[in-house]
């Protein structure tokens, strides 16, 4: 059971046929989808916990740090168990921990793609970001940032396994309901933590907002209707995507309000 669950409109299906079972939860961190605030919080719930990460610093490639990254976890596992795990990891790569880890349960989040493109451009230019000199010199501007390939539709291009073709919208939307638990939305964040720790079985609210970009004289961005209209256009497939899973939790929203109302009453006046 996954995702696409929701779509029977059946929340209580849903809570009951994906609750937290003792496994695995592993969170594909697309970044600049208020991913650091989330992840903190499932951190410190579930324990042990691990962040696959590379190391900024290092001349050795992302795609092979990473790969290393990744078997040193799935190492360190056979010892520890961890009951979470997050990074900035691709679809495929979470396949393969889950490969390893049969009880793994995917969860992401997706945002509206002009304020993540908007703010993950923000932050590249930041010291937050260590090599944001680099990226400062490749990106000049946000316009020369936006008609990279390699800034387009990212957040379909990393939750789509390598054997789909992004533009396939269709089947990547059936490969996700199928094979992610949850895909919470940044823009009605609370109702998305609150019903993923509905799954872990706790009644909570979101308390942490970590990494929000620093403003700075490098990374002001002036937000016109034509910048946005053309970061939509360029990033179709994200938008699609983000508009998809919106629409799914958004429909939702009263029946999770009359969930949470009944599992706080007393069996005796449900």
């Known amino acids: 059971m996954a995702i696409g669950d929701l779509r029977s409109r059946d929340l209580h299906r849903f809570i009951n046929g994906n609750r937290d079972e003792g496994g695995l939860w592993l969170f594909i ?5 208020a991913g650091s605030s989330f992840r903190k ?11 696959i990460h590379i190391n900024y610093d290092s001349d050795e490639p992302f795609a092979q740090q990473m790969e290393t990254a990744i078997a040193r976890f799935l190492e360190a596992d056979k010892y520890t168990y961890f009951r979470f795990a997050s990074g900035h990891i691709n679809m495929d790569q979470a396949l393969l921990i889950r490969r390893n880890r ?16 908007i703010s993950d451009f923000r932050y590249q230019r930041t010291p937050a970001h260590p090599p944001y000199k680099n990226f400062i010199e490749r990106y000049p501007t946000i316009d020369a940032y936006i008609a ?14 390598s054997h789909i073709d992004p533009a396939d919208f269709d089947e990547v939307v059936n490969f996700l309901d199928q094979n992610v638990t949850f895909i919470g939305i940044q823009d009605i964040y609370p109702l998305s933590f609150s019903i993923m720790f509905g799954l872990l079985g706790m009644n909570r609210h979101p308390r942490v907002h970590e990494r929000k970009t620093q403003s700075t004289d490098t990374n002001d961005v002036m937000l016109s209707e034509e910048l946005q209209s053309r970061i939509r256009s360029i990033n179709d497939l994200d938008y ?7 629409q799914l939790l ?6 999770w309000h009359e969930y949470k109302i009944r599992a706080n009453q007393p069996a005796s006046e449900q």
């Open 148 to 161: 990279d390939p390699v800034s387009q539709n990212r957040m379909s291009r990393i939750l789509t396994p």
């Open 29 to 33: 961190h697309v970044p600049k989808t």
């Open 240 to 246: 699609r995507l983000f508009r998809h899973y919106r």
């Open 102 to 117: 049969p009880d793994t349960r995917i969860i992401t989040f997706l945002r509206n793609p002009v304020d993540r493109v």
């Open 250 to 255: 958004a429909s939702i929203r009263e029946q």
């Open 41 to 51: 919080e499932l951190a410190e719930t579930l324990r042990p916990q691990r962040n």
